[in-house]
C-alpha cells in the first residue's frame, strides 16, 4: 500500500535546486518524489516496505537542503504516574521524525515534528487511543487556567468526601479494634458499601488500568486495582460463602480511599510548583489606554497593533512593549530583571509589557505585541524549561518503564513462596496485595520534573531563565568559565580618554575623519567616538566605497580621499604603522587605542577607556573560591587586557581574538577537559555562547540572547552568575533528596510488604503519601534567595 506525504524544503534557490531533489530522491527504491520550487515543497509517494520517510529526509538533508521542524505543546490528561509519560512517549516517538517529551508534573507534551509528516491532529488522536486525554495548549487568560485547574480541584474535592463518607464506617471500625471494641459491620453491609467504593469511586482506576493494559503497558492504576480487587472479590467470596476466613474489606475501601486523598493532596501541591510560571502571566493588564485621533480609548491587550500609541499612568502596567514618546517617568522592572530599583525611562527609552510605571505619565509607541513582547518570550522559555527533562530524568524513565511489571513478579512470587513456605494461603494473600500497594512509580517521576518547574519559576521571578533542564542541571558543574570583557567584566560604555593627533594635525579633523568612518557603526566604542565628535560639535563628511573588516577596522574613501580607521595591529597592516610610542603608552594605562589616517598618512589616535563592572571583582573572587577557573575572552590588544583582568583578579586571558575566533577559543578551551561556561553579552559573542556547554547572556536587551544562551541573566550585573550557579545547586540538591526517598520508598517498602510485615491499609497510607512528600520537598526550594554567593 503506498503512502503519499508532503512537506516543506528549504534550501532551494532556483529550480535547479527542486530537480536536483527530485533526481536524488527517484533514485531511491519505492520512492516517487515531485518537487515544487514556487511553493518549496517536496510530494513523495512510498510503494515499498524498504522505503522510510526517515530515509527521505536524511537523503534531503545530506544533499545541502533542509526540512524544518516544528513543535507542539499539548495538554494530557488521565496520567497517573511515571509509567504513563512514558507510555506515552514511546506512542508518539513511533510517528516517523517525531520526538515527544511527556512531563508528568507539568501534565503536558513536548513535540518536535516535521510539518506535513505528522500534526497535532494525530498526535491527540493517538494519544486519545491510548485512553488519556489531550488538546493543544491554549492561548488562554491566566485566570482561565487557574479556574480550569480549580473546577477540577473541586470534583476530585467532592469525589474524596464522598469516598470518605462511605469509608467512614469502616474507619470507626478499624478505630476502635486496639481498644477491644467488638464493633463490626454485618458481612452483606461491608459488601454492599465496599462494592460502591470499588466499583464506582474507584471507576477511574479501573478506566487508566485497562486503558493501559489495552495498550500493552502497566501502570500505577493497574498495581492498585489488582490490590484492592484481589481484597475485595477474596472477601466477597468470604461472606458469601460463609467461610470462616477473615475479610479484608476494609483494606481495600482504605487504600482507595486514602489513594484519592494523596492525588487530591499531590494536585493542590502540584499547582503550588508553577506558581512562578503564574506569577509572570499575570503580569500584562487586560486593558491598554490607546490614543485615537486624540482620544484615550480602552482596548483590549489583545487588540493593540505594533504602532499604536498608548498612555500609561502612574501605578499602573505597561500593556505591551514599545517606545516612549514623550513623557518621564521610573519604571518597576522587577518582575523581568529581579532589579529592585526602578529605572528611569525618557523619550526613546524601551518599555516592556508587564512592567510597573511608578509616578509619571508615558506615552509610547507599540513595538512588540502579543507573542513578541520580552514576557511572552520571558513566558515561553520557562515553559520550555519546565517541560524538558534533564540528564537524571532519564536514568528514572528506564527504571519507570521496568517497575511495574517487576512488582507484579514480585508479588506473584510473594504469593506464590508464602503459600508454599508458610501453607497459609491468605497470609500469602494479604502480602501479595501489600506489594502491589505499596510500589509506587508516581514519586519517581515526580522527583525531577517538580523541582525543576518550581527552581525555573524561581530564577525567573529573579531574573534568571534557563533554557532547558540541561542548563539548570549543568550550572552547577562548571569548572571554566570564560568572560568576555567589553560588556561583560566591564560596564560596556567606554568613553574617549584621550585624542592625540600626528604632529602639524588639527584635533578637529581627527575627530571629523573617525566621527565619518564610525558614523553607522553600532559598535560600542564606535558609538563613544561618534558621541564624543557630536559633543565637540564636529559635522560628519560625504563617505563611499565603505568596507568593515569585523574586530580589525573599517575603510573608505572621505571626501575624496581614502580614509582608515582601527586597530594599531589592523594598520601596521595595511601598511600605514601608527605611532608606537603613542600607542604603548595609552595602552599601558589599560585604554583601547584607535589609530586613524587620511590619504594614506597617519592622523592621530583616540583613545577610549572602559570601566570596570562594580561587581567584577567579587563574582570573579567568588568563582575561584568555588574552584572554578576564570578566563577573558577580548579582541583587545595585550596591554589594555592585561590591565583589566589585574584590575578583575583574571589570571588567564587571551587577547586579540576576532569574534569569529572566540568560539574555537571556547572548544579549545573544553577540549582540555572540564565542564565550561561562557558569559557574553549575547550578541557578537553569540557563537562562543552557543559553542559553551553553558551559554549565560548578561543583560535584558540583546534579543539574541533568548535564541543562543542556555541561561539568559536579565539583569545587567555579573553577579547573576553566582546566583544562576547557586540555583543549579540548590535544584539538583532537590532533585537528589527526591530520588532518594522515592528509591528507599520502594526499596524498603517492598521487602516488608513481601515478607507480610506490611499491613495493605498502611501501604495504601504510604503509596499515597509519598508523591505529596516528594512534591513538597520540592516546594522548599523557595526558600531559596539570590544572594550573589555560591
Known amino acids: 500500500m503506498s503512502q503519499t506525504m508532503s512537506f516543506p524544503v528549504g534550501g532551494m534557490s532556483c529550480a535547479a535546486c527542486a530537480a536536483r531533489i527530485e533526481k536524488i530522491l527517484n533514485r531511491q527504491d519505492g520512492v516517487h518524489a515531485s518537487v515544487n520550487f514556487a511553493t518549496g515543497r517536496v510530494q513523495v509517494v512510498l510503494d515499498a516496505p524498504a522505503a522510510t520517510i526517515g530515509a527521505v529526509v536524511a537523503t534531503i538533508r545530506k544533499a545541502g537542503f533542509t526540512v524544518d521542524e516544528t513543535s507542539v505543546d499539548l495538554s494530557i490528561t488521565g496520567m497517573s504516574c511515571a509509567a504513563c509519560a512514558a507510555r506515552i512517549e514511546k506512542i508518539l516517538n513511533r510517528l516517523p521524525l517525531t520526538q515527544a517529551s511527556v512531563n508528568l508534573a507539568t501534565e503536558r507534551a513536548h513535540i518536535m515534528f516535521v510539518p506535513g509528516i505528522a500534526d497535532a491532529d494525530t498526535f491527540i488522536a493517538r494519544i486519545e487511543k491510548a485512553g488519556f486525554g489531550a488538546a493543544r495548549v491554549d492561548d488562554g487568560t491566566p485566570d482561565d487556567a487557574q479556574a480550569r485547574r480549580l473546577a477540577a480541584w473541586q470534583a476530585e474535592r467532592a469525589h474524596f468526601v464522598l469516598l470518605l463518607v462511605l469509608s467512614l464506617p469502616f474507619f470507626v471500625q478499624m478505630a476502635l479494634m486496639p481498644f477491644g471494641a467488638m464493633y463490626m459491620m454485618p458481612g452483606w453491609l461491608q459488601l454492599v458499601l465496599a462494592g460502591v467504593v470499588q466499583f464506582y469511586g474507584a471507576r477511574h482506576l479501573y478506566q487508566r488500568a485497562w486503558n493501559a493494559v489495552r495498550g500493552g503497558g502497566a501502570n500505577m492504576d493497574v498495581l492498585v486495582v489488582m490490590g484492592t480487587t484481589i481484597a475485595y472479590v477474596f472477601s466477597a467470596i468470604v461472606v458469601i460463602a460463609h467461610l470462616h476466613q477473615p475479610v ?15 492525588r487530591l493532596m499531590e494536585a493542590r501541591a502540584r499547582d503550588r510548583t508553577g506558581a512562578g510560571l503564574e506569577r509572570l502571566l499575570k503580569l500584562q493588564p487586560r486593558l491598554a489606554h490607546v490614543l485615537v485621533d486624540g482620544a484615550t480609548v480602552d482596548r483590549p491587550v489583545a487588540d493593540v497593533r505594533v504602532g499604536d500609541t498608548f498612555v500609561v499612568r502612574p501605578g499602573e502596567s505597561i500593556p505591551v512593549d514599545g517606545e516612549v514618546r514623550d513623557g518621564t517617568s521610573e519604571v518597576n522592572e522587577a518582575m523581568l530583571t529581579g532589579e529592585s530599583l526602578p529605572v528611569f525611562k525618557q523619550a526613546g527609552a524601551r518599555v516592556f509589557g508587564g512592567t510597573i510605571n511608578t509616578n509619571g505619565v508615558l506615552r509610547a509607541t507599540a513595538t512588540g505585541v502579543g507573542h513578541d513582547t520580552a514576557l511572552a518570550h520571558i513566558v515561553k522559555m520557562v515553559e520550555q524549561a519546565q517541560g524538558s527533562k534533564a540528564h537524571v530524568q532519564r536514568l528514572v524513565d528506564r527504571i519507570s518503564n521496568i517497575f511495574v511489571p517487576t512488582v507484579l513478579v514480585i508479588a506473584l512470587v510473594t504469593f506464590v513462596a508464602g503459600w508454599l513456605v508458610t501453607g497459609d494461603a491468605t497470609w500469602s494473600l494479604v502480602s501479595a496485595v501489600s506489594v502491589l500497594v505499596i510500589a509506587c512509580p508516581c514519586s519517581l517521576g515526580l522527583a525531577t520534573p517538580t523541582a525543576i518547574m518550581v527552581g525555573t519559576g524561581l530564577g525567573a521571578r529573579c531574573g534568571i531563565l534557563f533554557r532547558n533542564a540541561d542548563a539548570l542541571e549543568q550550572a552547577h558543574r562548571l569548572t571554566t568559565i570564560i568572560m568576555d570583557k567589553t560588556g561583560t567584566l566591564t560596564e560596556g560604555r567606554p568613553t574617549v580618554s584621550d585624542v592625540v593627533p600626528a604632529p602639524g594635525m588639527d584635533t578637529g579633523r581627527l575627530l571629523q575623519i573617525a566621527r565619518t568612518l564610525e558614523q553607522e557603526s553600532e559598535h ?32 573608505a574613501m572621505v571626501d575624496g580621499a581614502p580614509a582608515c580607521l582601527g586597530s594599531p595591529r589592523f594598520m601596521a597592516g595595511h601598511g600605514m604603522a601608527p605611532d608606537d610610542d603613542v600607542t604603548a603608552r595609552l595602552e599601558q594605562d589599560g585604554k583601547t587605542v584607535i589609530a586613524v589616517t587620511a590619504d594614506g598618512h597617519p592622523i592621530g589616535h583616540i583613545a577610549l577607556m572602559d570601566r570596570l563592572r562594580p561587581d567584577a571583582v567579587r563574582t570573579v573572587s567568588a568563582l575561584k573560591d568555588a574552584g572554578i577557573r576564570v578566563m577573558m575572552l577580548t579582541g583587545d590588544n595585550p596591554r589594555s587586557a592585561a590591565f583589566i583582568a589585574k584590575q578583575a583578579g583574571v589570571d588567564d586571558y587571551l587577547a586579540g581574538v576576532l569574534p569569529g575566533d572566540k568560539a574555537q577559543a571556547v572548544r579549545t578551551c573544553h577540549d582540555r577537559g572540564g565542564v565550561v561556561g561562557m558569559v557574553g553579552d549575547g550578541i557578537n559573542d553569540a557563537p562562543a555562547l552557543a559553542a559553551a556547554d553553558v551559554g549565560f547572556a548578561i543583560g535584558a536587551g540583546a534579543a539574541i540572547a533568548l535564541d543562543t544562551a542556555d541561561i539568559v541573566l536579565m539583569k545587567s550585573e555579573l553577579t547573576s552568575v553566582l546566583d544562576a550557579i547557586s540555583l543549579s545547586r540548590a535544584t539538583l540538591s532537590k532533585i537528589r533528596q527526591n530520588l532518594f526517598f522515592a528509591f528507599i520508598y520502594n526499596i524498603l517498602g517492598l521487602p516488608l510488604a513481601a515478607f507480610g510485615l506490611l499491613n495493605p491499609i498502611v501501604a495504601g497510607a504510604a503509596m499515597a503519601m509519598s508523591s505529596v512528600s516528594v512534591v513538597s520537598n520540592s516546594l522548599l526550594l523557595n526558600r531559596w534567595r539570590p544572594d550573589g554567593r555560591i
Open 248 to 262: 479484608y474489606f476494609e483494606a481495600s475501601v482504605a487504600i482507595i480511599t486514602l489513594i484519592s486523598l494523596g
Open 524 to 555: 560600542p566604542l564606535a558609538r563613544a567616538i561618534v558621541d564624543h565628535a557630536a559633543a565637540a560639535g564636529v559635522a560628519a563628511l560625504p563617505i563611499v566605497d565603505f568596507r568593515a573588516i569585523p574586530g580589525m577596522g573599517v575603510t
